[in-house]
């Protein structure tokens, strides 16, 4: 398989990082997970403003064009004879290699930024997942969720205590015991037939289906706190590959309802 590194596209088994590399020594880097179905990149434009967000929020000295940067995708999915099958991509973009030791960067750094692309499964059965709240509470006002960083350790730890306990994944909740999102998804819920999800203020990242289905005014923003769990009747979880039915959150269990499939429905035919 190929992969974009650095204006070239190479083998992925030739393809390499130096030790040097920031990301890798601090995680100094972000990255984006794009959706290509039916011939074209899903929420493209979503995508490309919330990265474009995050270059400028973290101070990369780094310039990509929306057309570009399209254009490199559909490259590589064409490179890897892709087009007619449904992948995943991943843009990342690192502070590159250190030149010297600590925390310091110089706003000239050359960066490392490469894409990569996974296939997937045509028709996706994502089956319901158990989730339970996590111990590692999310800091609303973090930089860490107002932009796409690799800064995924406390979500990894969230998600691996949850499995260990026998659920699939974790709920996170910030420091007011108010929901957010899990490991890897927005979240939403349904009460009196309506349907919700978390504000980002109160630390949930701005994914591109929510801000979707918040742009079509299928959802509203609404905060919760875990203790209101009695009131919800469906809860799914969506992230650019698709929308996923909750069936349980610590020992309240939930079924997929009439909501949940028609949110489902409506993003199949986007393509998600």
Known sequence: MKVYLNNKFINGNDASINIKDRGLLLGDSIFDTLL?????IILFDYHYERFKKSISNSYFDFKLSKKNLKEIILKLIRINNLQNHRVSIRCTLTRGNAKKRGLDFELSHQVNFFITTGKLSKEPNLKPVKIS???IKRYSNSMLVKNKTTNYFENIQAKYISQKKGFDDALILNEKNNLCCCSSSNIFYVI??????PSIKEGALDGTVRRYLIEKK???VKS???NNLKDISEIFLTNSIGLRSVSKVNNVSFKSGPITEKTKEFL???GI
């Open 36 to 40: 290509y179905n039916n011939q074209k």
């Open 192 to 197: 009196s037939n309506k349907l919700f999800t």
């Open 224 to 226: 919760i706190s875990l």
């Open 218 to 220: 299928k959802v509203a």
């Open 268 to 270: 199949n035919k986007l």
């Open 133 to 135: 709240a996590s111990n």
